[in-house]
């Protein structure tokens, strides 16, 4: 093995590190740099982020914050190039600098994130913002040259440079990064190749946690396979399952977490709110500007609720029924028959009410919500360990690619799900909505895709 070991350079650091105890990893040390970073009000903001935003009025203990998993990120990111260049040090030219990079690229892959979670970005932003495409690893970028410059922090050009390219690796930007023989330090954090990065790692296993749910991945095991061939990072081909696991538990907490159907009625609740708030509060006239940007957190909330104003009574309405779980109504929901799936559009209000029968009730758009859920396993119907190549052990110099039907044929051979759910916005008209859903589907789908009607206790609830 060439170079020194993890525990010599994580001593070297530590003599000048501030330690952070973490109920996920345990001690995390933050070095000088990073500290210059995270002792700034635009990274402090992060604590007054919920990593999964409103999912704690469904999931009480699902409180913890976007300034946690920061750290979180930032130690499995330093942990994972620790371990590479313990093994590989010497042949793959992994220096301090390159160490330091990538720990700082997940410190600061979130810093640019919107209030809770991606319903800011995804669904009040798609909503309002009239085709401008906004994405919070770009705001990342900007908040992290406002944070250098605004504070006249004395970071090596290089190192911040290659740092914001590391954060937007994941997206289509991924092809301006600098020209580098060493790739596969762009895979560590936000990997635009596989997918596979410490990124997930640790959202999963904090989430897992923070919910109360079990969490069969570990972490452990791949880090300690991790290896570079031919500048990517491989694992060997034992660990096929355990990969499978972190995409399985990924699409397991979409499905009974991020889009549990009360989760998803809350957050269809606060977008109707932020967007009649939006005009008043301005808030998405400061989504372009660090500056202004990183005093958005998730206290909108309780600044609409408090307020007295007259041009916030609609919204603050809608807060206070979700307070009193007077929420929109759960009608039903179906999932999009497979050979449905490469053609699907996103269904609308307007495709309900359209497909209202004969009745007393005439249906308006804006009394139905429709929710379209996307659960995957990261890329769409692909599956993803096509994308993995693997090598048999330690001395083996060969990578190879494995085909899940030589691990178990219980394997998935569909990878993704599209589940359509829609709400009624009114009480009294669920049994209205539930038949107009119920006639869309057979208008599109020749059947009732659903698993069961709506209950006559809520069609008839008055």
Not at 43 to 63: C, E, S
């Amino acid at each position: 093995m060439g170079g020194c070991t993890k525990e010599d350079v994580s001593y070297l650091d530590r003599r000048f590190s501030k330690k952070v105890r973490d109920n996920v990893h345990g001690n995390i040390y933050l070095d000088p740099l990073s500290l210059k970073f995270v002792d700034t009000e635009e990274f402090q903001r992060l604590r007054d982020l919920k990593q999964l935003g409103l999912t704690y009025m469904v999931y009480p203990g699902a409180v913890h914050s976007r300034f946690e998993h920061s750290l979180g990120v930032f130690s499995l990111a330093g942990e994972a190039v620790h371990r590479i260049k313990a093994q590989q040090g010497s042949e793959l030219g992994i220096d301090n600098l390159d160490i330091q990079t990538v720990k700082l690229a997940g410190l600061l892959h979130d810093v640019g994130h919107g209030p809770f979670s991606h319903m800011f970005e995804h669904e009040f932003l798609h909503r309002i913002s009239h085709g401008i495409k906004w994405r919070h690893e770009d705001m990342s970028v900007r908040m992290i040259d406002h944070i250098v410059d605004f504070h006249h922090i004395d970071i090596d050009a290089e190192c911040l440079k290659k740092a914001k390219e590391m954060v937007i690796a994941s997206t289509e930007h991924v092809s301006h990064r600098s020209v580098n023989e060493k790739h596969f330090l762009y895979d560590i954090v936000a990997n635009g190749r596989n997918g596979i990065d410490v990124d997930k790692f640790d959202y999963i296993v904090r989430d897992s946690r923070a919910c109360g749910l079990g969490c069969s991945f570990q972490i452990e095991r791949l880090m300690d396979s991790m290896r570079v061939m031919g500048d990517e990072i491989c694992y060997r081909d034992k660990d096929y399952l355990t990969i499978f696991k972190l995409f399985s538990s990924r699409a397991d907490l979409h499905r009974t977490v991020y889009t549990h159907a009360k989760v998803k009625a809350i957050e269809l609740m606060f977008v109707d709110s932020l967007i009649k708030a939006d005009d008043y509060l301005q808030i998405s006239s400061k989504i372009q500007d660090p500056a202004e940007f990183w005093k958005i957190d998730d206290s909108i909330l309780k600044t609409i609720e408090v307020s007295h104003e007259q041009e916030l009574k609609e919204a603050r309405d809608l807060i206070l029924r979700i307070r009193k779980r007077d929420l929109y109504q759960f009608c039903n929901e179906f999932s999009v028959p497979k050979d449905k799936l490469q053609h699907f559009k996103d269904i609308t209000p307007q495709d309900i009410v359209c497909s209202q029968g004969n009745g007393d009730i005439t249906l308006k758009e804006e009394d139905v919500a429709v929710c379209n859920v996307k659960i995957d396993l990261t890329r769409g119907r692909s599956n993803p360990l096509e994308n993995f190549l693997y090598y048999q052990d330690f001395e083996s110099n060969e990578k190879f690619p494995v085909h899940d039907y030589c691990i178990s044929h219980l394997l998935p051979a569909f990878c993704e799900d599209r589940i359509v759910r829609v709400y009624s916005k009114n009480p009294d008209l669920v049994k209205t909505v539930s038949e107009a859903f119920e006639n869309f589907q057979l208008k599109t789908y020749g059947m009732k895709a659903q698993v069961h009607a709506t209950p006559d206790r809520k069609r008839n609830r008055r």
